[in-house]
């Protein structure tokens, strides 16, 4: 079994519905993202100890292309909304590292091209970045609610490459295993959701 496999199998065989519209939202939520962003990506799922379904939304800018092409790509918010017994949603948590931006991927998107972006399953979540043309690379991020601290804090983050296959043979894979990470923070100080930024991997 592939790193990529024992990371995601566990989730996916319960995996929360991800949904690409706003539409998908509830107007409480829509309401509060913030002017001049637009709904990239969500996901619906149990993400702390109630028992009451809550959201991760991944927001960007509506003129996300522009910005791009004239400078920096704008950050990717992945949003944390949870539901409290009345129906209503509250904006919990915010990260502007987690997702990827729309450059940092080399020939690709590193999130849009992903399989499947974001999964929650048991209050625990992941977001994949990954790439498949010219490099081809996935990574899996994965947070958990921790009781104790009404917060989620970084669990595991597992990192894949392939590269071309130098084998001659006409019946040989096109891309061979190019190497792969896993950073645990088990036994480490605990690494908050809202605190989180990918050089902290490196």
């Known amino acids: 079994m592939t790193i990529r496999a024992l990371l995601t199998a566990p989730l996916l065989a319960a995996a929360a519905q991800t949904f690409a519209a706003a539409g998908a939202l509830p107007k409480n939520i829509q309401q509060q993202l913030p002017p001049g962003y637009e709904v990239l990506s969500t996901a619906q ?114 990192s894949e490459s392939w590269v071309m296959n130098p084998s001659q043979d006409p019946n040989a894979d096109a891309l061979i295993p190019g190497g792969n990470s896993v950073k645990s923070g088990k036994n480490k100080p605990v690494l908050l959701f809202e605190k989180y930024r990918n050089e902290d991997m490196h």
């Open 45 to 158: 799922g149990q993400l702390d100890d109630d028992q009451f379904d809550d959201f991760l939304v991944v927001i960007r800018r509506k003129n996300e292309e522009a910005q791009a092409r004239k400078a920096q790509a704008p950050a990717r918010p992945l949003l944390i909304f949870t539901r409290s017994p009345d129906g209503s949603y509250q904006l919990a948590r915010r990260n502007d590292h987690v997702v990827l931006k729309s450059d940092e991927g080399g020939q690709c998107d590193p999130f849009e091209d992903g399989d499947e972006g974001l999964v929650i399953k048991d209050h625990y979540f992941t977001v994949q970045n990954s790439v498949a043309c010219g490099q081809h690379w996935s990574w899996y991020i994965t947070f958990k609610y921790a009781p104790k601290l009404h917060d989620w804090v970084f669990h595991k983050a597992i």
